[in-house]
């Protein structure tokens, strides 16, 4: 940040401002972070392990919410960012110390935290989870990956000449071992004057703290959209080397629909580079190439 040479006026106004004349708010950060996660047993012989979307929880260890499961998340500190904030947490409550971390949206409904007047910023992170193992620190009891699938449906669309309505609800299950969470979250979506206004109401709410139902909802609806629009998002999910069909799959998984090859490798071709190496066969299947990130594509291209 630049210095900002102030002058006498404004040295003497802010002598006499008082800040403490505004209530303030508390700022955290809560990080919905998602991996491509991979069943322990094979369903049938000749077939890969199944590959599931995965999102790590904390099983909350204080109060409030104690012992409901929440997202990984605290309360910045003085003199840090809230980018800074994020990471530290990260790394804090779960050991995962290296992910693609973006904001995308910021919660800040009255009464949302029982503690106070609490606003928290939204990050959707994306890590290779074979790369870690995790761990549970601070006021975290247990850190877990739960499989994670959301169905929705369209309650209402009403649409006029000057407003339209749409209201959609996401049913949300998480799920871990014998351990069951679930939500459903409304959507609503008033368009006036082609202008845009979205609200989310948690009409069930089975296991999460505060509204972390909401924000995993909103978390996996821009993932969804971030990989449809050019799914250059989906590469922090995967490891170093891959093939084709395993990002193919991927995409598959996290938008929930069967995508045509010839056509996702033409979308795919800018963002990967063939390498000579060679997948292992494995049983019942052919070598294949493996592919890694084309990392000037990257930094040269639009999103």
Known sequence: MKDHKMTPAEEKYLKQYDIKAYDRPSLTADMAVF???????????RKDPKKYLGILLI????????????LPGGFAKKNETIEETAHRE???????DSAYLEPFSVFSRPGRDPRGWI????FL??????????????DAWEAAWFRIDMEQEELKKHVRSDRADITTLYRLKLEKDDIRLSA??????????????????????????FDHAEIIVRALKALRERTAQSGRIVFDLMPELFT?????????????????????????????????????????????????????????LPF
């Open 35 to 45: 991996a491509i996660l991979t069943s322990d047993q094979q369903e049938e012989y």
């Open 59 to 70: 099983r909350r260890g204080s109060y409030p919410y104690k012992d409901d499961y929440g």
């Open 90 to 96: 990260l790394k804090e409550e779960t050991s995962v």
């Open 119 to 122: 606003i928290s910023q939204g």
């Open 125 to 138: 992170a994306l890590v290779d989870a074979g790369k870690y193992q995790v761990r549970a620190g601070t």
């Open 184 to 209: 459903l979250v409304k959507e609503t979506r008033v368009f006036t004057g082609h202008h845009e206004k979205t609200e989310y109401t948690i009409l069930e709410d089975k296991g999460f703290a």
């Open 244 to 300: 084709l069909y395993s990002l193919q799959e991927v995409h598959e998984i996290i938008l929930g629909e069967k995508l045509l090859t010839p056509n996702f490798r033409r979308k795919m071709a800018p963002f990967v580079l063939e390498t000579s190496q060679i997948a292992g066969s494995g049983a019942g299947h052919r070598p294949a190439k493996l592919f890694k990130r084309n990392t000037e594509a990257f930094y040269s």
